[in-house]
């Protein structure tokens, strides 16, 4: 217990002896629930892969090459998934133990992982429609600005200001992706191509303002204001 004159200093709020504060939580137990929801989310997908029983022939053959669309949104939400979680685990690898905010932010994030199956869906049968692609784009776009504010929240917490966080390239360009499939459904599939260079570009700059001289912490370049 903390004596009666003695200030609460910085360290209040931080575990002693090994106690942990009611209003934080643990880290690992964070990360470990992640692995679950990706675990059941990237499941959940190739449930939605489905051939009939009993055929034969040219019956067989029609029914696995209708199910190629089914395999190719499997294999883009397993990939999609797949690098949504790796970014994840790089970002929480420098946080300390959860509290209110990062963990809402956190829970915010796996609720975009475990819905990610129903816009799969969706885009299987409604891929030629601007639904398909519109709603798809929605949940991945808003996805990746969540993991940004993840990475910024963490990056703030550890002195780094935001410009040295990679812009969201690839939810910006997801996003734009709607009102691409108003227009043309199948131009905002091809669009999602450029996630990848914008995104290489996006990680290039953060890098070079992070090793620019007299860069300050907090963002606001040399010498701060």
């Known amino acids: 217990m903390t004596h009666p004159s003695q200030s609460p200093g910085p360290a209040a709020g931080r575990p002693r002896t090994g106690a942990q504060p009611d209003h934080l939580v643990p880290k690992h137990r964070m990360l470990a629930l992640t692995d679950g929801v990706v675990a059941i989310a990237m499941t959940l997908l190739v449930l939605d892969i489905e051939v009939p029983d009993g055929l034969r022939g040219q019956a067989l053959n029609d029914a696995l090459s209708d199910a190629l669309p089914q ?4 294999l ?5 998934i797949a690098l949504f979680w790796r970014a994840h685990h790089a ?3 420098e946080a300390e133990d959860l509290g209110h905010g990062l963990f809402w932010l956190n829970i915010t994030f796996l609720v ?5 199956p129903f816009p799969t869906s969706v885009l299987q049968d409604y891929g030629d429609r601007s639904l398909g692609p519109g709603l798809y784009g929605l949940v991945i776009g808003v996805a990746a600005l ?3 504010a993840l990475e910024v929240w963490v990056g703030r917490s550890r002195g780094r200001g935001w410009r040295s966080v990679p812009l969201p390239a690839q939810g910006l360009v997801f996003l734009a992706s709607i009102g691409v499939a108003v227009v043309s459904p199948s131009a905002a599939l091809y669009s999602w191509i450029a996630a990848i260079p914008l995104s290489a570009l996006a990680d290039r700059h953060a890098g070079r303002h992070a090793q620019r001289p007299g860069h300050s912490p907090d963002g606001t370049g040399p010498g701060g204001s």
């Open 71 to 74: 395999v190719g949104a499997f």
């Open 112 to 116: 975009l992982m475990a819905l990610i």
């Open 76 to 80: 883009l939400s397993a990939v999609v």
């Open 146 to 148: 969540v993991l940004y």
């Open 91 to 93: 970002v929480m690898r």
